[in-house]
């Protein structure tokens, strides 16, 4: 490593006098021979990192303050707290006790197939032990989406990055600069999920085993070779491409439930319950008995974001039509057959991945159970959109051993229920069932706090609803009708005391439209819940709302929700989600009533409430029930700059009212947090890590025997997105920002504008960004071989 520059040292810290305290120990090695460093280590289970924004933690406790590539020094509690200073590092930052290390690649060649390779943007990871073994097993990865800078036609690509260089040529060996079928397929290809053998080295560290029979790819167009069994005109469709993987195989999935018996077998394609490739696979979930449960989420295709389908239904649940220019009408990919929970064994490859419809159609962001012996199976799900739902499944049948197999069989046969929320804090599942009664969202309701401080609503505060003809004078059947304050009083009436069979001819209809189908019997809208997880010691449901703010599809509930910033005082409330927990008024999770209260609101913690952190996105628990998460801050909001080829600064301005969005800058890259889930310091939010520029840091998983956490998995997706590639561009801005005690303060705030990461650590500084899974160890075991 470089030895750092006092420039450098003074972009932390400016002139202070920490700077002179720090400066003779900035050429150490960590672990190296300064006693006050060990002695600091020594004190603590591990030193949080110093992030550009303060968060209370760094009151009480030594922080860990990012200097270069493995370098950096230490804070004293309180020292410092509002940095003058910060710049971000291109690389994953841990604390100092810990390593971080690459596990696998977008592009690395692991398959037996050696033209094929592990898919783009990392997303939810599951670890399957072979025979219990921990330091052997299956790694479970999802891919959701792609993104500049595999190639400059990915869908949301700016057109001045036009003839920068992109990463399909300098990874792949691939052109995928034209918008045709070869480009779209192998778009396709590059989302769902992997499946990669690893092992744990002499060194601790888990690596793939390349080749393995089982490794694999499950992906968008996995069985596309059965269109040459269609009539409607895709027959020929079978493949895009020359290479052995880019032609039709018969790995196709199947569809269980309601919606495969009774809207499926309607399909214009065909097939019946036979379906082509699942993708856009964001987060999921891992079963007792060992399979893994991938959520697909933004399926929804479009002229813009063309990787998708058709996510408008008519009363039967079949799609309205192909969206043209999507990839759904590329491949004649039926709308109806995405957006559900899909089931996979990755240690059997001749289990035929399953689509459960009794799950619901939505945007899925991931999954969570409870499964007990003698209960019915129960499992939690949120959908990602604003205004989205929280839903709850419960089984028909019972669990008789967790770890059976034969469990995966309750996922095809039980109830689908939506959350309504209370103010008073306690709440009802209501089932998605045709004799239900409606009682939808009404605007002027659920906008209430925003009409009565701010005098109106963000998108008029909107609800969707299923559009039929002769309701609220339209002439059609299929896709939303948008409810607002503009048309409350004339069209509300139509969509009253009805049944969701006056709407839709099946269940299956009903479970394949959900989203609209939750308003119209008052499930509460939502800030886009984007994890779920059950505690291990309390049985709580803990919920990530990532982003309270209204947007096209629906408004969140502002009755329970910030879904602005209401007042012009610099440290009002935020909207920027926040971790929720539900209690079930029976532990069995059975109930249809439910308490809820609020664990961590997000916002700035000088902020009203807030706790020092925004959009929280993915949580896992470790052995000891710890809460762990992961932001998800949008990457043209980052430090708060756009994206492109020259990133303009967004205004940040503490006095601004509404949506105030860009106020999320002041947080900078996206990072892992841990909290104390019970106890007198839970929800206290202590920073663990931070990711390269323009990332998401997705997935958690512990890989753990049951009593102790080896090692955490964590995926890195998207590095350098949207941006020209490298990060030997620094951006550089003023930033105003809240300290803890709600007083404003200037931070200057530089940043790469692009990535070379993981390259850059890997000994070649200017090569191509790439979405990665890492593993994070710590370097000497506590006594007790916890994590933390």
């Given at each position: 490593m470089?030895?750092?520059?006092?420039?450098?040292l003074?972009?932390?810290?400016?002139?202070?006098a920490?700077?002179?305290?720090?400066?003779?120990?900035?050429?150490?090695?960590?672990f190296?021979?300064?006693?006050?460093?060990?002695?600091?280590?020594?004190?603590?289970?591990?030193?949080?990192?110093?992030?550009?924004?303060?968060?209370p933690a760094y009151?009480?406790?030594?922080?860990?303050?990012?200097?270069?590539?493995?370098?950096?020094?230490?804070?004293?509690?309180?020292?410092?707290?509002?940095l003058?200073?910060?710049?971000?590092?291109?690389?994953?930052?841990?604390?100092?006790?810990?390593?971080?290390?690459?596990?696998?690649?977008?592009?690395?060649?692991?398959?037996?197939?050696?033209?094929e390779?592990?898919?783009?943007?990392?997303?939810?990871?599951?670890?399957?032990?072979?025979?219990?073994?921990?330091?052997?097993?299956?790694?479970?990865?999802?891919h959701?989406?792609?993104?500049?800078?595999?190639?400059?036609?990915?869908?949301?690509?700016?057109?001045?990055?036009?003839?920068?260089?992109?990463?399909?040529?300098?990874?792949?060996?691939?052109?995928?600069?034209?918008?045709?079928r070869?480009?779209?397929?192998?778009?396709?290809?590059?989302?769902?999920?992997?499946?990669?053998?690893?092992?744990?080295?002499?060194?601790?560290?888990?690596?793939?085993?390349a080749?393995d029979?089982?490794?694999?790819?499950?992906?968008?167009?996995?069985?596309?070779?059965?269109?040459?069994?269609?009539?409607?005109?895709?027959?020929?469709?079978?493949?895009?491409?020359?290479s052995?993987?880019q032609?039709?195989d018969?790995?196709y999935?199947?569809?269980?439930?309601?919606?495969?018996?009774?809207v499926?077998?309607?399909?214009s394609?065909?097939?019946?319950?036979?379906?082509?490739?699942?993708?856009?696979?964001?987060?999921?979930?891992?079963?007792?008995?060992?399979t893994?449960?991938?959520a697909?989420?933004?399926?929804?295709?479009?002229?813009?974001?063309?990787?998708?389908?058709?996510?408008?239904?008519?009363?039967?649940?079949?799609?309205?039509g192909?969206?043209?220019?999507?990839?759904?009408?590329e491949?004649g990919?039926?709308?109806?057959?995405?957006?559900w929970?899909?089931?996979?064994?990755?240690?059997?490859?001749?289990?035929?991945?399953?689509?459960?419809?009794?799950?619901?159609?939505?945007?899925?962001?991931?999954?969570?159970?409870?499964?007990?012996?003698?209960?019915?199976?129960?499992?939690?799900m949120g959908?990602?959109?604003?205004g989205?739902?929280?839903?709850?499944y419960?089984?028909?049948?019972?669990?008789?051993?967790?770890?059976?197999?034969?469990?995966?069989?309750?996922?095809?046969?039980?109830?689908?229920?939506?959350?309504?929320?209370?103010?008073n804090?306690?709440?009802?599942?209501i089932?998605?069932?045709?004799?239900?009664?409606?009682?939808?969202?009404?605007?002027?309701?659920?906008?209430?706090?925003?009409?009565?401080?701010?005098?109106?609503?963000q998108?008029?505060?909107?609800?969707?609803?299923?559009?039929?003809?002769?309701?609220?004078?339209?002439?059609?059947?299929?896709?939303?009708?948008?409810l607002?304050?503009?048309?409350?009083?004339?069209?509300?009436?139509?969509?009253?005391?009805?049944?969701?069979a006056?709407?839709?001819?099946?269940?299956?209809?009903?479970?394949?439209?959900?989203?609209?189908?939750?308003?119209?019997?008052?499930g509460?809208?939502?800030?886009?819940?984007?994890?779920?997880?059950?505690?291990?010691i309390?049985?709580?449901?803990?919920?990530?709302y990532?982003?309270?703010?209204?947007?096209?599809d629906?408004?969140?509930?502002?009755?329970?929700f910030?879904?602005a910033?209401?007042?012009?005082?610099?440290?009002?409330?935020?909207?920027?989600?926040?971790?929720?927990?539900?209690?079930?008024?029976?532990?069995?999770?059975?109930?249809?009533?439910?308490?809820?209260?609020?664990?961590?609101?997000?916002?700035?913690?000088?902020?009203?409430?807030?706790?020092?952190?925004?959009?929280v996105?993915?949580?896992?628990f470790?052995?000891q029930?710890?809460?762990?998460?992961?932001t998800?801050?949008?990457?043209?909001?980052?430090?708060?700059?756009?994206?492109?080829?020259n990133?303009?600064?967004?205004?940040?301005?503490?006095?601004?009212?509404?949506?105030?969005?860009?106020?999320?800058?002041?947080?900078?890259?996206?990072?892992?947090?841990?909290?104390?889930?019970?106890?007198?310091n839970?929800?206290?939010i202590?920073?663990?890590?931070?990711?390269?520029?323009?990332?998401?840091?997705?997935?958690?998983?512990?890989?753990?025997?049951?009593?102790?956490?080896?090692?955490?998995?964590?995926?890195?997706?998207?590095?350098?997105?949207?941006?020209?590639?490298?990060?030997?561009?620094?951006?550089?801005?003023?930033?105003e920002?809240?300290?803890l005690?709600?007083n404003?303060?200037e931070q200057?705030?530089?940043?790469?504008?692009g990535?070379?990461?993981?390259?850059?650590?890997e000994?070649?500084?200017?090569?191509a960004?790439?979405?990665s899974?890492?593993?994070?160890?710590?370097?000497?075991?506590?006594?007790?071989?916890?994590?933390?």
């Amino acid at each position: 490593m470089s030895k750092l520059t006092r420039r450098q040292l003074l972009i932390f810290f400016g002139s202070s006098a920490a700077a002179t305290v720090l400066a003779p120990k900035i050429d150490s090695k960590l672990f190296g021979s300064n006693p006050e460093i060990a002695r600091a280590q020594a004190s603590m289970t591990f030193t949080p990192v110093k992030l550009a924004s303060p968060v209370p933690a760094y009151k009480t406790m030594t922080s860990y303050v990012p200097l270069g590539i493995e370098q950096g020094s230490l804070l004293a509690a309180s020292q410092d707290l509002n940095l003058s200073q910060y710049a971000y590092l291109d690389d994953v930052v841990v604390p100092p006790e810990y390593e971080r290390y690459v596990i696998v690649r977008w592009g690395d060649r692991v398959f037996p197939d050696r033209e094929e390779y592990f898919g783009y943007n990392c997303d939810y990871t599951g670890f399957v032990p072979i025979n219990g073994n921990i330091n052997d097993g299956y790694l479970w990865v999802n891919h959701e989406y792609v993104s500049y800078p595999i190639s400059i036609v990915a869908p949301g690509t700016s057109e001045d990055l036009a003839g920068l260089p992109t990463t399909d040529r300098l990874v792949l060996g691939l052109d995928l600069s034209q918008k045709n079928r070869f480009t779209l397929g192998e778009f396709l290809y590059n989302v769902g999920g992997s499946v990669v053998r690893i092992g744990k080295g002499a060194d601790g560290r888990y690596t793939p085993a390349a080749g393995d029979r089982l490794n694999r790819r499950i992906h968008g167009l996995s069985g596309l070779g059965i269109n040459s069994q269609r009539s409607d005109g895709y027959q020929s469709v079978t493949s895009w491409g020359a290479s052995n993987y880019q032609r039709g195989d018969n790995n196709y999935l199947e569809g269980t439930g309601p919606a495969a018996r009774e809207v499926f077998s309607l399909s214009s394609d065909g097939l019946g319950d036979r379906i082509i490739g699942t993708a856009y696979n964001c987060s999921g979930g891992t079963t007792p008995w060992g399979t893994i449960l991938t959520a697909e989420e933004n399926f929804q295709g479009s002229e813009a974001f063309f990787v998708g389908v058709q996510e408008a239904v008519l009363p039967n649940g079949t799609q309205t039509g192909y969206v043209e220019g999507t990839t759904g009408a590329e491949f004649g990919l039926v709308g109806e057959k995405y957006g559900w929970m899909v089931e996979i064994d990755p240690a059997d490859p001749n289990f035929r991945p399953k689509k459960h419809t009794a799950l619901g159609r939505f945007r899925h962001e991931n999954i969570t159970f409870r499964v007990s012996a003698g209960s019915p199976l129960v499992a939690y799900m949120g959908d990602d959109r604003r205004g989205g739902h929280t839903y709850k499944y419960v089984s028909n049948g019972t669990v008789s051993n967790p770890t059976d197999k034969n469990n995966s069989q309750l996922f095809e046969d039980g109830t689908l229920y939506v959350a309504q929320f209370d103010r008073n804090k306690t709440g009802r599942w209501i089932p998605l069932l045709r004799t239900t009664p409606t009682n939808p969202n009404v605007p002027s309701q659920i906008a209430e706090a925003e009409l009565n401080t701010l005098g109106e609503a963000q998108r008029d505060g909107r609800v969707r609803l299923p559009k039929r003809n002769g309701i609220a004078g339209e002439t059609e059947d299929g896709g939303s009708f948008v409810l607002d304050l503009t048309n409350q009083q004339s069209a509300l009436g139509d969509y009253e005391n009805k049944s969701l069979a006056d709407f839709y001819t099946s269940q299956g209809a009903v479970l394949t439209d959900a989203f609209l189908a939750s308003n119209l019997i008052g499930g509460t809208p939502t800030a886009r819940p984007e994890d779920l997880e059950v505690s291990p010691i309390t049985g709580e449901v803990f919920i990530a709302y990532t982003d309270s703010a209204p947007g096209g599809d629906g408004y969140p509930d502002s009755r329970i929700f910030a879904v602005a910033k209401y007042f012009e005082a610099a440290d009002a409330i935020q909207q920027f989600g926040g971790l929720y927990k539900i209690m079930e008024d029976t532990p069995d999770g059975t109930s249809n009533t439910f308490r809820w209260e609020r664990f961590a609101k997000g916002g700035e913690a000088g902020s009203d409430e807030g706790s020092g952190f925004a959009n929280v996105d993915n949580l896992a628990f470790d052995s000891q029930a710890n809460v762990w998460g992961v932001t998800d801050m949008s990457t043209s909001r980052q430090n708060g700059f756009r994206t492109g080829r020259n990133p303009e600064p967004r205004e940040i301005d503490h006095s601004e009212t509404g949506s105030a969005d860009a106020l999320v800058g002041v947080f900078g890259n996206n990072w892992v947090f841990f909290s104390p889930s019970t106890g007198g310091n839970a929800g206290e939010i202590i920073p663990f890590a931070y990711g390269p520029p323009r990332c998401e840091i997705t997935g958690p998983t512990f890989i753990s025997d049951g009593f102790r956490d080896d090692t955490l998995i964590l995926a890195v997706q998207h590095p350098g997105e949207d941006v020209p590639l490298g990060n030997e561009v620094e951006l550089a801005r003023s930033i105003e920002m809240l300290d803890l005690d709600g007083n404003l303060f200037e931070q200057t705030r530089i940043v790469p504008r692009g990535s070379n990461w993981p390259s850059n650590i890997e000994g070649n500084p200017d090569g191509a960004c790439r979405p990665s899974v890492i593993g994070v160890r710590r370097r000497q075991p506590l006594p007790n071989g916890q994590f933390v």
